[in-house]
């Protein structure tokens, strides 16, 4: 393997032989002639740690080592469920009728939330017999981040897988070149759509905008996350949706070459090590206990941002200042229209609506049968807390890596203060991963879900009811822990559910996307 291949050489953070965990070494290789370019983050002190919530758990989980039986159970793939991708063309023609007009759309909320919305357009574009301008990506007012569609997705790939289905245009005409946000942010405008209902039927664009498409031949609708319903539409336009998302939507080049190389130094991480005289050497390891996970990792998203955790209105363990601070955070951002606030923390627990900690998601993972020896990535933009409230997760999975870690600060300058390709760059990683797991739902957590249902990987569904209960359980054994937990996962590891009325197509994609196999 050359590991020079990405123009950086990775320092693995932990040395041979540290806590116990036993690896196999192979390979030496050339000496390094240069030191290596990056330092390991820095653990934040004992005293600085956020106090642990379930200590005799986190005690109990620490000393925990999985069996060759639970390591090889967790680390096998899915077997075949029955369905394979539809993968037939979702046109029924060759040729594209004459378009009735132009559609915008102006596509606000983070990655996730647009790429589902990139996805409607599409497919609204289809219902309307309309072109397609590509989707205007609004500013996140939490991330700031400013990248377009053409920031973010291959756009000629796009185009291209999506040719026979919908026209699609890059720039709108010299007649329409008026037709941009800042006109419709100044005024009200006859061309608007702005009362587009959620989750709005086919039959309401083809009642409501197509006349501004007649008249005009344009229209932008805005806002129009979560416009397009998923029930009672045309299996083709549903068939176009799936298109959309699990091969049309790829991201540029930059952002799969960085994941490429996030995910080789995961599946094959090396270490440093100097021989009798002192001669610097990089040894790849290639195994770990008895072979089990060897060149496979878990994507860990945590969704524990400050905003998140205002939104939720649980209780961390923070104390009475950490409790004021996420109050006046919620009443300063959403004033005081958050539902949960309404409720007490042991109903919210109760009710499975509180994210689970840092702390929490690691106790889960041990208790499913992960244990030191598992390389971990942490796929999360920032962790409300810092490395304080990380510290928990880390002494659990000691090899848990994230972007900073894994490469250095010139392979992530085209994606530093970029939320969305910082987002994009997680996703990539997350859909190479042997197992996903988030800490609780979300726009990450469905779109993980969807498509990794599609391709049939392994995805751990956190039951949240039942460990929001679990966790306030003081007294619980660790043996009783796992019990309870392997109980409550059962069946929630990827195996395939059926998407029911009003659930998202984009999380549940069986059976719209799939066909039996024969």
């Known amino acids: 393997m050359n590991f020079h291949r990405h123009g950086h050489r990775h320092r693995h953070r932990r040395r041979h032989g540290d806590g116990g965990v036993s690896f196999a070494l192979f390979l030496i290789l050339l000496p390094l002639v240069a030191p290596l370019n990056h330092a390991s983050s820095s653990i934040l002190s004992e005293s600085n740690a956020s106090k642990l919530r379930h200590s005799r758990l986190f005690k109990s989980a620490l000393q925990h080592q999985a069996s060759n039986e639970q390591l090889s159970d967790l680390w096998t793939p899915l077997s075949n469920q029955g369905w394979k991708p539809f993968v037939e063309s979702t046109s029924a023609s060759s040729s594209l009728p004459e378009s009735m007009g132009y559609i915008q759309v102006f596509l606000d909320g983070g990655l996730n939330q647009q790429r589902m919305g990139i996805c409607d357009a599409v497919a609204v574009a289809k219902i309307l017999n309309a072109t397609l301008m590509i989707p205007y990506l609004e500013v996140n007012p939490v991330w700031q981040d400013t990248s377009s569609f053409t920031d973010i997705f291959d756009v000629d790939h796009f185009v291209n897988i999506l040719k026979d289905d919908i026209s699609i245009i890059r720039e709108l005409p010299d007649e329409y070149a008026w037709s941009t946000r800042e006109y419709y942010a100044s005024a009200i405008r006859s061309t608007r759509i702005k009362n587009a209902p959620l989750h709005a039927s086919a039959n309401w664009y083809l009642e409501n905008v197509s006349p501004i498409l007649e008249s005009y031949g344009i229209a932008a609708i805005s806002p129009f996350s979560h416009r397009l319903a998923f029930d009672n539409m045309p299996i083709e336009i549903q068939r176009l949706r799936c298109k959309v998302n699990f091969e049309a939507l790829v991201f540029v080049p930059h952002v799969r070459s960085l994941g490429e190389a996030l995910v080789s130094r995961l599946r094959y991480p090396i270490v440093e090590s100097i021989d009798a005289v002192g001669t610097k050497y990089i040894r790849q390891v290639i195994d770990t206990k008895d072979g089990h996970g060897a060149g496979k990792f878990v994507s860990l998203h945590l969704r524990f941002d400050k905003d998140m955790a205002a939104h939720s209105a649980c209780d961390f363990g923070g104390g009475k200042a950490e409790k004021l601070a996420l109050a006046k955070y919620r009443q300063a951002i959403w004033q005081g229209r958050v539902m949960n606030s309404r409720f007490t923390d042991e109903e919210l627990r109760n009710q499975g609506r509180c994210p689970l900690t840092p702390e929490e998601i690691g106790l889960l993972l041990a208790a499913l049968g992960f244990d030191n020896t598992t390389r971990l990535y942490l796929a999360s933009h920032k962790v409300y807390g ?40 997680d996703y990539y990683v997350s859909m190479h991963s042997a197992i996903f797991i988030s800490a609780s739902p979300g726009n990450m957590h469905n779109a993980m879900v969807g498509h990794r249902t599609y391709l049939n990987l392994k995805t751990i569904r956190p039951n949240m009811v039942l460990l929001g209960q679990l966790f306030m359980n003081k ?38 996307c799939v066909c039996q196999q024969r």
């Open 386 to 425: 810092g490395e304080a409230r990380i510290s928990a997760l880390r002494q659990l999975f000691p090899y848990m890596e994230d972007k900073k870690s894994l490469a250095s600060a010139a392979e992530r300058a085209n994606i530093k203060g970029k939320a969305s390709l910082s987002a994009a760059v």
């Open 475 to 512: 007294s619980m054994s660790w043996s009783d822990f796992q019990e309870a937990v392997s109980e409550g996962q059962r069946n929630r590891l990827g195996e395939i559910k059926e998407r029911k009325p009003k659930q998202s197509i984009y999380t549940y994609p069986v059976p719209d």
